[in-house]
């Protein structure tokens, strides 16, 4: 029996504290709000107690964050996408922030194992004034823990609509894009970073972002497979392709930290779920 979930946050600031107001079908949750860096920023975890999707599934997902609000929100563990029976499995997320406001998208890894058919799609809506980072990390597979990704297919969308798209397909059976130099070159593991402005972004702090996380990377062991640009001048995006996820994470939070000085003046606060 498909199941489907669906989670709305919408976010405000009252009384000088940003909340979230949060409405639920099936079984996906957000944790109480934590403010480990006070009234300003709103900390949530996001819990789908079942852990994966199997065909027909879907996780709805839809975030308003109003202006002057600031919300982090993270998950406890990755979201699995196993083997396929018939219909996909989908994971669908929609972010709009109101101008003046900010949100950080930091979910762990979504894995997508061998069999399955998996839709992960997330749209930005950003108004002049708003700002985000966020993330996404796939593992194709669990290759080191003798789970290749030996079939199925992984479909990725990412939009930032009018200014941005990723689209494509993974299909484990191509394997000039899996293996080839000009595809996946055999790694399993590929992530974004992305900061996202609903306006243009001034080319002195564009560049000095761009500047600053080159640095941050060329002494990294993912350099060879890593890469930052500015596609477009509301947004700088980060691409990494590596054999697995932790390595990319610990690379992915290293940036976060220095994203959020550079552009929020802000020390970055790990979420405590993080540290278990």
Request: include cysteine; charged fraction near 15%.
């Amino acid at each position: 029996m498909a199941w489907l979930a669906e989670l709305e946050l919408d976010y405000a600031v009252s009384h000088g504290r940003s909340v979230v107001h949060h409405r639920h079908n099936g079984p996906l949750r957000v944790l109480r709000s934590l403010y480990p860096e006070g009234d300003a920023v709103c900390h949530n975890v996001l819990v789908h107690p079942p852990s994966g999707l199997v065909s027909g599934d879907t996780l709805d997902i839809r975030a308003h964050v109003a202006s002057g609000a600031h919300a982090l929100v993270t998950t406890p563990g990755a979201t699995r996408f196993y083997r396929a029976n018939g219909a996909p499995a989908l994971q669908d997320t929609r972010l709009t922030l109101d101008a003046g406001a900010r949100m950080e998208w930091l979910p762990l890894e979504n894995i997508a194992y061998s069999g399955c058919d998996a839709h992960n799609r997330l749209e930005l809506q950003l108004a002049p004034g708003a700002e985000l980072i966020g993330w996404d990390m796939t593992a194709l597979g669990l290759p080191h823990a003798g789970l290749p990704f030996a079939a199925g297919r992984y479909t990725q969308h990412l939009e930032l609509p009018g200014q941005w798209l990723e689209h494509g397909t993974l299909a484990a059976g191509d394997a000039l894009l899996m293996d080839g130099p000009l595809g996946l070159a055999g790694q399993r593991c590929l992530a974004s970073l992305f900061f996202v402005s609903g306006s243009a972004i001034a080319r002195e702090r564009r560049e000095a972002a761009l500047e600053m996380t080159r640095t941050l990377i060329e002494s990294h062991a993912l350099a060879p497979r890593c890469g930052v640009t500015s596609p477009h001048d509301q947004m700088i995006v980060l691409r990494a392709l590596a054999p697995m996820v932790e390595p990319v994470m610990q690379l992915w939070q290293q940036v976060w930290r220095l994203w959020r000085t550079h552009f929020w003046d802000m020390a970055a606060v790990a979420p405590r779920i993080w540290a278990m």
